[in-house]
């Protein structure tokens, strides 16, 4: 322990001294969203432990670093709508209410996915496949019912999720299991179905922003498909304000250049182009895999979990140089970017811990498991051009 602080940047040793000294008045850690304030919003996803208050310490350290939120869970399909005629407001309401309280932008994800989707909202009707009719009429009462519910306090929804594979074509056929994972709302409705979901939250909630979210959008193909679905929504004139790139990367992945021409390419579309899952695992990927399809599940093999008990000091200062790098980027594109979101609050919370590989210890946030700012923050906090 004693060690490992040593051997830390001088700024993360103040701020742990300083943070030793509780109700001092000197005791100030800087914060992201300040620090960010003329460039970008700085987001956190909150998970349902959090927004039910049952986590020490997580909202107070996201009211203090955050200006946006998004529900990390909460809002999805079948959570938010489990069955065909049955409701659980609860969490997303407290959720909304909370930023409401703490003026945070409040992002909610995800409308149209084919994950964290009830079997019954793709089953089709009397033994049938699920048909263009019915599978509209599904996604139509879910949103009207979801985004109305929070009409004008949901300020941008993430319409549709991932409906991009990695060579850009549009995902269709039956769900699957990984890597053959179908998008059965394309398959039941056919192209359209982008079009029309964004068109149904464009009447749901005439002022709410709207957004398409993926992954891997670095990639060439999904550069040219991505930015081929927004100018044709465009061009039909349906309201689409965003591209939500996702970011769960790695040390090494995407590289710099990869980055720094996805915003370049995607800033010719002229939307605003929002990191919204950001997170920069430690741990050796199991595979030369980069999507983060959620069910690609990986067994762990000989040292794929090398850290269980802390990341060693040059490991934290490799994390914070990525991170450090990555900023500066989004610091050159501060024009395009609206809002940079990590996906948690802490490392403790990141799904990174069990995805793709469960069961390991990572450490892909700016705080760690006891909600202390790492050398990272620090690195992301000295990137700030605007104090
Ligand atoms: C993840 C959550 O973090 C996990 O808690 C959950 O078990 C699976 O989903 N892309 C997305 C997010 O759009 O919704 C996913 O979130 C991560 C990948």
Redesign the pocket.
Known sequence: MISTKCLLTAGVLLVGIVGMNRGSQAEETASLKKVFKDDFLVGTALGTRQIAGREAGALELAAKQFNSITP??CLKWAEVHPEADEYDFEASDEFVEWGEANGMFIVG??LVWHN?TPPWAFAGVDGKPLDRETALARIKTHIDTVVGRYKGRIHGWDVV?EAINDQGKLRTGPVGTWPNRGEPWHAAIGDDYIEQAFRMAHAADPEAELYY?D?NEWYPAKIKAISELVTGLKAKGVRIDGIGL?G?WGLDYPTLEEIDTMFTEYGKLGVKLMIT?LDVSCLPAPDSETG?D?TRIVSAGPGQNPFPNGLPPEKQEELAARYAAIFQLFEKHRDKIERVTF?GVHDGQS?RNNWPVPGRSDYPLLFDRKMQPKSAFEAVIGTATSE
């Open positions: 990390e869970n994800h995800t964290q999720n979210n992954f996702q769960h899952e983060a959620i996906w799904w």
